[in-house]
């Protein structure tokens, strides 16, 4: 049942309508006294504007998405009723005007409460704006990770792909440069590993593919050896993939007539000083 509110019981409690902070009948009862009110009528339809806007600035992602569109729905539903019931009626009656704080006719303790309700309507929209402009630097700053982020991730896929382009131009470099020489290595037991060596003699680049290999017993890998006037020079230790396959690369400066052979050997793990197990492809250096 509605009540009839004086008008300072009614303009003191404009605020918290206009918040939701009163019950249903409370709320009521002040909204039914500002509706013939030329003083409270145009306060709470612009505290409820104010409300409203501060009620669009709360972040989605903290409040359940259901709840929020409800309280959002409702306080601009609030906005849109109290506008037609506080400002269409009021402006029926030609009463419906701000009152002039100012005017001589004022009385005091109207100036006094207008000048309390500015302060109120002034600190809600302030609070709005801060509110909004926390929320816009949060979102610009996540915005600038993310694009901070995947500007690093394509930077270091960018490098990694200049490398890997790099590597390959240096792998055909050694490959088909003029100044190339091939030779084919074959297994020299009744398996059927192959293999192929580059020595790009301008830059001493040697450079083997080899095939087929089988996969070397525990604790042993494979060892390459270049064969220069009966010495034994040792190119480095392999493992093959799991399809036997490997690529060595190795840089050697040896002089174009003195290679005399090339050789791949099962060695112990990390390699050997000279040669010790069974050789496995070889090719001649003449």
């Known amino acids: 049942m509605t009540r009839t509110l004086s008008h300072d019981d009614a303009f003191a409690s404009l605020e918290a309508a206009a918040l939701g902070a009163l019950t249903a009948e409370e709320e009521q009862d002040v909204v039914a006294h500002a509706a013939g009110c030329p003083e409270c009528g145009p306060a709470l339809a612009a505290l409820r504007d104010v409300a409203a806007g501060l009620a669009l600035t709360a972040d989605p992602a903290r409040m359940d998405p259901d709840r929020s569109a409800a309280l959002r729905a409702r306080l601009l539903g609030r906005t849109k009723s109290d ?3 506080l400002v269409i009626a009021p402006m029926a009656s030609g009463t419906f005007q701000r009152p002039d704080v100012h005017a001589p006719n004022m009385t005091a303790p109207s100036r006094a409460r207008w000048m309390a309700l500015a302060a109120g309507i002034a600190f809600l929209a302030s609070t ?6 926390w929320l816009d630097r949060a979102r610009l700053r996540e915005a600038l990770d993310t694009a901070t982020t995947n500007q690093t991730t394509l930077t270091a896929r960018a490098d990694s792909l200049s490398a890997a382009l790099a590597d390959n131009e240096r792998l055909l ?4 440069g003029p100044r190339v020489r ?10 059927s590993p192959l293999g192929k060596m580059f020595w790009d003699q301008a830059t001493a680049r040697w450079t083997l593919f080899a095939h087929f290999l089988p996969a070397p017993r525990q604790g042993r890998t494979y060892q390459l050896w270049l064969v220069s006037k009966g010495a034994k020079i040792s190119a480095g230790t392999f493992q093959p993939d799991a399809k036997g396959d490997a690529i060595v690369r190795a840089e050697y400066a040896l002089a174009a007539n003195a290679l005399d052979g090339i050789a791949v050997t099962e060695e112990p793990a990390g390699g050997a000083v000279q040669p010790t197990g069974a050789v496995v492809l070889a090719a001649t250096g003449r």
């Open 182 to 191: 091939v030779f084919n290595l074959t297994a020299a037991g009744p398996s």
């Open 173 to 176: 470099a050694a490959v088909s």
């Open 83 to 85: 506008k037609e019931v």
């Open 128 to 133: 709005t704006l801060l509110a909004l402009t």
